[in-house]
């Protein structure tokens, strides 16, 4: 929702203006909250948005979907009093008002005749690019599915719009080359040697298999390829009136949710563990469950039924043990007979991702797979640096961009050693 | 890691007094220019000048007491209006003259100003002698502290008394062969013109209007002590902040269209409008105290950004297109328009609180009727258009006055 110019004025009052915010800290890419909430306080609302675009290069976007609870509002100090200030709406309202009004115009980045790729347009490559292009540089961005990554492709356009993700790449995209086309292995050498740096953000991109029978069959979707289709398709997608999500993350959320944006008269989430378990924010699954979603926790998919098509799912009951996995959470065992089935339309497979982009293999990796870097986002590879989703698993968009941002530092410092 | 910047800073500079100044917004003499540190950064981070807290002659005895602070605190706005029982600075003019040299030597684009408040003329003449040779860009004279007095009437500022103030501001004028000089009045006077022809008759370059407002903050109901308490006794306060603001801004257009002198405003400004509306009645420059005492000297970012934005907004080439811009459109009661106006109020936002409807019922004209709806109307009939409905509601542009044509 977006505020009324007198919803974020009062609300703006509320804010204490505390002197090195934690609110400010807690921000990933630390923009300056109490001065923007100051200047929407004043009336100077394009000086707010220009403080917040200043430090986010994906601004509408977050000030739509970014997590607050988890970052800024949970720490404001206003909550100690009564409740927390609604900073990402304010953010919203600032950015939006800007973005409606025509970008404000920016400086001149004098050019310092070096050029630099960043290969993926999501947040983290566009963070990237942004800040390499504040820093003079010459940036080729590389992408097969356009400028805007999981928000552009996978995020539920409920969620975020295509005018939303439009207010920021419009602007975000007159600052770089942006070349359509995936990077394979030998495109990757090839721009390995025609620029001096080279950022990867490839995020993940490919879907976790359950490894049960039946997944292969007709109407079992990996759940990129489920909000994927989607998103193209609108109100035009069919998945059928009985969709089952399988995972308990934030994207099985979402999929659940566009199942019902879609009309699915039955939507069940299966999680092996149970709501205390789930990895998600809880707006989300809040969202979820008023929506009717439902949900059956402590189950596991064992075999997904069907001849040709999908027809249902055959779960067992888990219950939770003693021993924790290197997350900090209980073990789901199986309970012997327990088995039931749930009729489904059409299975969702939300169980996790893995880096799609095939030249990673160049890479030295993490245990779990992603790319390994230092704290200066530098690769194996020397000059290459990397960050976002392919070098720690699934996080959020303003923590791509903030890697994004600090990596393009990193390689405007490598160079400059060089020179 | 500091963000780059990406956006252009629009130029905000222009000359006032002979002088360069960076952007309309100094620091008032007040505790945050007393101390050298503090200037300092109030510079780095952007004020384009101080004027330093009022100094006095070697030997001059300031008496302070504590605690000197004290709010008016109305409807959850703690600082809506802030006491303060302080007096000048207890830094003497020795000390003053070195900060003076030390922040010209090291911010020589800012504007370094100095108070000064003494008795004697040898004395004001001294302080100005020595302000001038440490280098300082120009002199303010408190006729005007509010608590205590170093004039020829106790109790009584310098510039309640016409002659004093006249006579007062030519031995600094005097005194002063190479800066502008101007006298900061009080607006605790019958006639606040006739002061300000004083001061211009004395030959000054300009006038600071005004200071802080004689008060009494407020007494404590249970123990009847009245604020600031000091073991049991108080006084009377000098208040200052956003409750100030509108006598302030008749003050400066008060002394704008009678009399032909250049203005430096201070007393309520807090943000970057309030600085607009104090230029558009004629300030040439605008001092920011209470503000900072509240938030700090980083108000300057929005103050200059909110300024930035608004001359783009309204395509003004410069600052001094706001100069004046307000006042020819004051004039006398007499001289304004008769008109036939009414209420109406706009029932699509209405949120039916039915405020307008009490206020006009005991305390306009019964003019406003209540329906089954909740959503009140106007009665053509009774209202005289007095605007207080629009005042009322808490719904911005619900409630409008409207022009009736004539007949
Ligand atoms: C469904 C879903 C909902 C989410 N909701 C939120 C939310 O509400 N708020 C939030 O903060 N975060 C959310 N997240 C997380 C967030 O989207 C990611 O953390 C973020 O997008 C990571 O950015 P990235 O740049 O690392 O990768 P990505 O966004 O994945 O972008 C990587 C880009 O690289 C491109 N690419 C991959 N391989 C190649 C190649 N070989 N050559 C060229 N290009 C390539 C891809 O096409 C893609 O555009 C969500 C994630 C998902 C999956
Ligand atoms: C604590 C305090 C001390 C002050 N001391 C002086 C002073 O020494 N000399 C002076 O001319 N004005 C002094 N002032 C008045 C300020 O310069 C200023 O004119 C006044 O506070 C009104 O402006 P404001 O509403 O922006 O605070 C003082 C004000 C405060 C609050």
Known sequence: MLLTPQQAVTESQRCLYCFDAPCTQACPVHIDIPKFISMIKSGNVIGAAKVVKSSHALANVCGKVCPEEIFCQSVCNRAKQDTPIHIRELHFFATQHEAKNGFASLREFPKNGKKAAVIGAGPSGLGCAFELSKLGYDVHVYDAKGLGGVPKNSIPAFRLSEEELGSDVDLLARHFHFHETSVDSEAFARI?????????????????????????????????EFLERAKENGSRSNFGSRVVIVGGGNVSLDAAATAKHLGAKEVTLVYRRSEMEMKVWKSELLEAKKLGVQMQFLAQPMQILGEERVRGIRCRRTRLSEKVDSTGRPVPVEVPNSDFVLDADAVVVAIGQQIHAEFVHFFERTKQGFIKVDEAFQTSLPGIFAGGDAIAGEGTIVQAVAQGKQAAHSMHEYLKDRN | MTDIDIYPTRDLSYDFLGLRFESPFILAAAPSTDNLEMVRRAFQMGWAGAILKTTSIEGTRVDLAYPMMSTFNHDGKKLFGMGNIDLISEHHIDNVEYNVRMLKKEFPEKIVAASIMAGRKEDWQRLVERLEAAGVDFIECSFSCPQGNIGEDPGKMLAQSIPATELTARWVKEAAKRVPVSIKITPHVTDIVEVAKAVKRSGADALTASNSLQALMGIDIRTFVPYPQLNGRSTY???????????????????ARNVDIPILGTGGASTWSDAVEFMAVGAGVVQFCTAVMHHGFRIIDDLKSGMSQYLDEMQFGSMKDIWRKALPHLVTHDEL????????????????????????????????????????VVSEDRCVGCGLCEYVCPVEGCIEMRVQPMN
């Open chain 1, 192 to 224: 390995r040697q025609q620029h001096e740096a080279t950022f990867i953000g490839v995020g993940l991109g490919l879907d976790k298999r359950l490894g049960i029978t039946g997944e292969d069959l007709k109407g079992v979707y990996p759940v990129l």
């Open chain 2, 337 to 376: 328009p008769r008109r036939t106006v009414r209420s109406h109020i706009n029932d699509p936002l209405c949120i039916e609180c039915e405020a307008c409807y009490v206020a006009c019922r005991d305390g306009g004209h019964m003019a406003i009727d209540r329906r089954p709806t909740r959503i009140p």
């Open chain 2, 237 to 255: 306060s000098g208040m200052t902040g956003p409750a100030i603001k509108p006598i302030t801004l008749k003050t400066i257009s008060e002394i």
